[in-house]
């Protein structure tokens, strides 16, 4: 408790990035503006990050294969492997951007808008909890492989991990090395920004809102009215570059989120239908698997469809003020943001959907759809 007191103190003294950013810097994803040898020190510990992630993929791809002749395991290890190549990718394009990140951020620290302290307290509690979280049921799979003398994903080993428990230990500790933090803990650092930004852009239109809703035009208010009306509009104008700026920027991370959880699904409705009940511990990790990814699944699409409430949300708020006995001009600059307005802020996955509840609601029908068809051939 007096932990969580404390980082509870030091996100509601920073700014909204700050936490996600420290966490970023922590998993090699976020060189600061440090001394030229501090910078050099911090390169070698990212790329040694990449390189275990690298060889965790290549150890399990290795290992995937030598088991191609038995059908259950080769999926399972497959099904457990694709969280890797989930991680593995959302970061290499993430690397990729990663400037351009960067002075979308420093942009938008520079206009001091401002976000509450519930919003600060939501997201970092979010991070930890959702880090916590796939810790714990990745280290409880371990756990109980451990016990049972077995892996918790087979990979090649240069030497036989089933010899003993030592051996076993050894080859479980060399896996985690390259998962952990190079995939797991990254990932959701990641996870966590793309999430904070979203919610900033959810929180300023919600402000606009109110904003117009406050607008209350008289003849002693013409002046005041005014100025806000056309502070209302640039700001509108500048979080439509930002969220333009960061669809550009996540696009690709987007992409691979739905492709990795329609991929998920899809594996786990063929995987359901071949294990047998006995198997209850196999079956077990494939639906807390699948639940994580769906969980996370969830929240881009409940912010993404957040985001289009709240976008579309400002052409409403514009049109209900009692527009009618505004002067000429005014109704005319109103009419430009209500037309504006009616083409709602979006996430989109690398062009080919959009993240929404709709998007959401498609995968799981089209995942039950492949279930009931492979259990009808199986039977």
């Known amino acids: 408790m007096a932990v969580l007191k404390a980082i509870s103190e030091q996100i509601l003294h920073r700014d909204l990035f700050d936490f996600n950013l420290k966490y970023l810097t922590f998993v090699g994803l976020w060189p600061e503006n440090w001394n030229r040898d501090k910078l050099f020190l911090y390169k070698i ?4 990050l990449h390189f275990l992630s690298i060889m965790f993929i290549v150890l399990t791809g290795i290992g995937t294969y030598q088991y191609r002749d038995d059908i259950t395991i080769a999926m399972t290890n497959l099904d457990k492997c694709l969280a890797a190549y989930n991680f593995a990718f959302k970061i290499f394009f993430f690397v990729l951007k ?5 002075a979308l951020i420093v942009e938008i620290r520079s ?8 919003r600060k307290m939501l997201m970092g509690i979010y991070v930890i909890v959702i880090t916590l979280v796939a810790t714990i049921l990745v280290g409880a799979f371990t756990l109980v492989a451990q016990l049972k003398m077995e892996m918790t994903i087979e990979a090649w080993m240069p030497f036989d991990q089933y010899e003993n428990r030592s051996s076993l230990l050894m080859a479980t500790q060399i896996l985690a090395i390259g998962f952990v933090v190079p995939c797991l803990f990254r990932a ?5 920004i793309v999430c904070s930004i979203i919610m900033y852009f959810c929180d300023q239109l919600e402000e606009l809102q109110n904003g117009l809703s406050n607008l209350d035009y008289s003849e002693e208010t013409d002046r005041f009215v005014r100025e806000e009306l056309k502070n209302i509009i640039k700001k509108h104008v500048r979080i439509m570059g930002y969220s333009k700026s960061f669809t550009s920027i996540f696009k690709e991370f987007f992409l691979i989120q739905n492709l990795a959880v329609t991929i998920e699904l899809c ?3 063929l995987m359901v239908t071949v294990v047998s009940l006995q198997e209850k511990t196999l079956l077990a990790s494939f639906l807390v698997y699948l639940g994580l990814a769906l969980v996370n699944a969830y929240i881009f699409c409940y912010l993404g469809d957040e985001l289009i409430s709240q976008s579309t949300g400002i052409a409403n708020a514009a049109y209900e003020i009692g527009w009618t006995s505004w002067p000429k001009d005014l109704q005319k600059d109103l009419l430009i943001l209500i037309i504006a307005a009616q083409r709602p802020l979006t996430l989109s996955a690398g062009g080919m959907s959009i993240m929404c509840i709709q998007t959401y609601s498609q995968a799981l029908y089209n995942a039950y759809s492949i279930f009931a068809v492979l259990n009808d051939v199986v039977e």
């Open 45 to 48: 510990y990212e790329i040694n």
């Open 111 to 118: 206009s001091s808008d401002k976000v509450n302290d519930d």
């Open 188 to 192: 959701y650092a990641i996870q966590g």
């Open 267 to 269: 594996l786990n409705a």
């Open 98 to 102: 990663r400037e351009k990140l960067r």
